[in-house]
C-alpha cells in the first residue's frame, strides 16, 4: 500500500556532479517502474516491451537529485472543473516557498536544471513562472505549443536558482471545443493536470508544493444543475 503511494518520479539523465542515492540508512532501497496505458476502445492483443535501463556507481557523488513536484493539485476531489466548447482556459497552480521553513530549517537554495511539464489531452500551453519580492523574474520553462503525445524532461541548459520565498506560478492553457462535457482535474486521461516537475540539487525532503483554486463563489449549484 506504501508503494501505490508514491508519486515521485525519479528518470532522468543527471549532471556529472548529481545522482539518485539508493540504499543506505537515508536513502530508499526501492524504486517502482509505473507506465500509464490509455486504450480507451479496448483493443485486445497489444504488447508493450518498455523497460529502463539503471546506471550506477558505488562512488557517491556529491549532490543528491530532488525532484519538486509544483503546480495544481491533481486530484478528482477537487471541484473545480474546466467548461466544455472553451477555445482557451486558464488555470495556475502556485507554490510559495516561504513555507518551506515549517518544514526544514536552514532551506537551501534550489539549484534547478530541469524541468518536466505536464498535462493532459486538453492541454494546449504551459508556462513556469519564477517569482520573487512579488516580481517575475523569468519563466523557469515555456510550451507554447504543449502536446499530450510529446512529452519529456527538459535541461535548462544553464542552472536557474530558487532561493527561500520565491513562488513558482505554473499556468495551464486548455482547449476544450471538441468537449460537450466539462473536464475535470483528476488522473485520468480525459481528465486535467496542471504541474511542473523541476530537478534540482540538493534534495531536500519535500517533494511536493501545489496549491489549489478557492472556488467558493465561483458558482451555484442550482445555477448550473449538474455541471459543476
Request: net charge negative.
Amino acid at each position: 500500500s506504501s508503494l501505490n503511494a508514491c508519486m515521485h518520479v525519479v528518470v532522468f539523465e543527471l549532471p556529472e556532479d548529481v545522482g539518485i542515492p539508493i540504499g543506505g540508512a537515508d536513502s530508499n532501497t526501492l524504486y517502482r517502474l509505473e507506465i500509464h496505458y490509455n486504450n480507451p476502445t479496448n483493443i485486445a492483443g497489444r504488447r508493450d516491451s518498455s523497460g529502463l535501463r539503471l546506471h550506477y556507481t558505488l562512488q557517491r557523488k556529491k549532490y543528491d537529485v530532488g525532484i519538486l513536484t509544483t503546480g495544481m493539485l491533481p486530484h478528482s476531489a477537487l471541484h473545480y472543473n474546466i467548461p466544455p466548447k472553451a477555445p482557451q482556459f486558464h488555470t495556475y497552480g502556485v507554490c510559495n516557498t516561504s513555507l518551506f521553513s515549517q518544514f526544514m530549517n536552514p532551506v537551501p537554495d534550489l539549484q534547478v536544471f530541469a524541468v518536466m511539464l505536464h498535462t493532459h489531452l486538453a492541454g494546449r500551453k504551459i508556462r513556469v513562472g519564477h517569482y520573487r519580492n512579488g516580481e517575475q523574474i523569468e519563466f523557469l520553462a515555456l510550451n507554447e505549443e504543449y502536446n499530450f503525445e510529446l512529452q519529456e524532461t527538459l535541461s535548462l541548459g544553464n542552472i536557474k536558482t530558487i532561493k527561500q520565498g520565491d513562488e513558482i506560478v505554473v499556468e495551464c492553457t486548455y482547449s476544450t471545443s471538441d468537449r460537450a462535457n466539462v473536464t475535470r482535474m483528476g488522473l485520468s486521461t480525459t481528465d486535467e493536470m496542471c504541474l511542473a516537475f523541476l530537478l534540482y540539487y540538493p534534495a531536500i525532503n519535500i517533494t511536493t508544493c501545489v496549491s489549489h483554486p478557492n472556488t467558493r463563489g465561483f458558482y451555484s449549484r442550482k445555477d448550473f444543475g449538474d455541471l459543476c
